[in-house]
């Protein structure tokens, strides 16, 4: 069971970390198309 759990707990913290990671691109886009490229 624990091992399930762990296993869970590490997909979680992987969506977030995706998660986390596609607002970040968002934002670095936003910026970009306000004159950095």
Not at 4 to 17: C, D, E, V, W
Not at 26 to 33: A, S
């Amino acid at each position: 069971m624990e091992k399930i759990n762990r296993s869970l707990n590490k997909l979680a913290n992987t969506n977030q970390f995706q998660q986390r990671y596609e607002k970040l691109k968002q934002e670095i886009l936003k910026t970009n198309k306000c004159g950095y490229s």
